[in-house]
């Protein structure tokens, strides 16, 4: 079965978040003045279960859905983690199982992730400064500690490993060459974000949004550039290779090039709602579904409706309007 939504697009990923807590708190993600002690996370009872979330997850497949990321939070806090790869690792027709991760937990989980089905992981390193980086993240970890992380996950064959970088204007852009230079030669790839008005809480400004053009732009000053072809149909990276062939760097254009005409993503919150865009205001409740006892046609026929009921293109209507609209946080549904 191939769904297509409103747009003409077809349903082909599906980005999982399995919990809303984290141990680091970016500011461009989860502040600490919002994300504080205070603040109220999922309680267990409230997450899906990993059983609710296959279940979930067979039914997408079985519409169209052949990649799968693991979000978060951070999902490696998430106890148990590789019980959930193994499941969904057995899923027919999925063809890509990976997880996003700000890779300070991964030498401990790397090799039984790997073990259990998991393919590949994109770890967030926004720069290799270590006072830029520890500012960026609420000195969650230091720069070694994200390092030791890509260097279990290419020892336990996670390949290829690819290393996300938000840019801010001001705050880490002076840093970008410093990251493909140090990766240039090893195999992993770099992708550089344009930074997104994701949520309520990050203070975006488009002050601070150093357009793609401008990062390539630095980039071949240093390290001359050709483009790639997408490696799939929907990918939100735009691909780019040094000349010399020692590297692939992405840069990904939400803002100054958007890419709603070709996204086919949904997003599985933690407590099992589900959401047609990274900028929504309100998800579709499952869990109330699921633990009411509908029955696969029942679930089958709501995910059948979300799609094909799916209008969104924030990215490209972006405006002064939109930008003030409540939306779900980066922290909730995955970046």
């Known amino acids: 079965m191939t769904l297509t939504d409103r747009r003409n697009r077809p349903l082909q990923g599906l980005r999982i978040s399995v919990t809303d807590r984290c141990n680091f708190r970016c500011n461009y993600c989860m502040p600490e003045d919002v ?16 059983e609710e979330i296959t279940r979930l997850a067979s039914l997408l497949v079985e519409r169209g859905v052949r990649r799968i990321r693991i979000t978060g939070g951070e999902p ?21 199982l990976s997880l996003t991760t700000n890779g300070s937990l991964l030498p401990g989980q790397a090799a039984a992730l790997a073990a259990a089905g998991l393919r590949r992981v994109t770890v967030s390193l ?18 070694a500690d994200v390092l030791r ?9 996670l390949l290829p490993v690819k290393v996300n970088a938000v840019v801010r204007r001001d705050v880490n852009d002076h840093t970008v060459v410093d990251l493909v230079r140090h990766f240039r030669g090893t195999g992993t790839i770099v992708r550089f974000i344009e930074y997104m008005d994701v949520g309520n809480s990050n203070g975006w400004s488009l002050e601070e949004v150093v357009p793609a053009a401008e990062i390539l732009a630095r980039i071949s000053a240093v390290f001359p550039l050709e483009p790639l072809e997408p490696d799939h149909t929907g990918e939100v990276a735009r691909r780019w290779r040094l000349c010399d062939g020692s590297a692939e760097i992405g840069v990904i254009t939400s803002v100054s090039n958007p890419f709603c005409a070709s996204c086919s993503r949904l997003r599985l919150s933690p407590e099992g709602s589900l959401y047609t865009c990274l900028f929504a205001g309100k998800g579709f409740d499952l869990r109330g579904l699921l633990r009411q006892g509908a029955d696969d046609a029942a679930l089958g026929q709501a995910l059948d409706s979300v799609w094909r009921d799916r209008d969104d293109q924030y990215s490209r209507i972006r405006s002064a309007a939109t930008t003030r609209l409540p939306r779900v946080e980066m922290s909730h549904i995955g970046g």
């Open 126 to 143: 926004d720069s290799l400064d270590e006072g830029v980086f520890r500012s960026m993240n609420g000195g969650g970890a230091g720069v």
């Open 76 to 96: 490696l806090v998430r106890r148990n983690l590789d019980r959930l790869v193994g499941m969904l690792a057995a899923l027919p027709g999925l063809q890509d």
């Open 35 to 50: 994300f504080g002690t205070d603040y109220r996370f999922l309680a267990r009872d409230e997450l899906l279960t990993f």
């Open 149 to 157: 992380g890509i260097e279990a996950a290419v020892s336990a064959g």
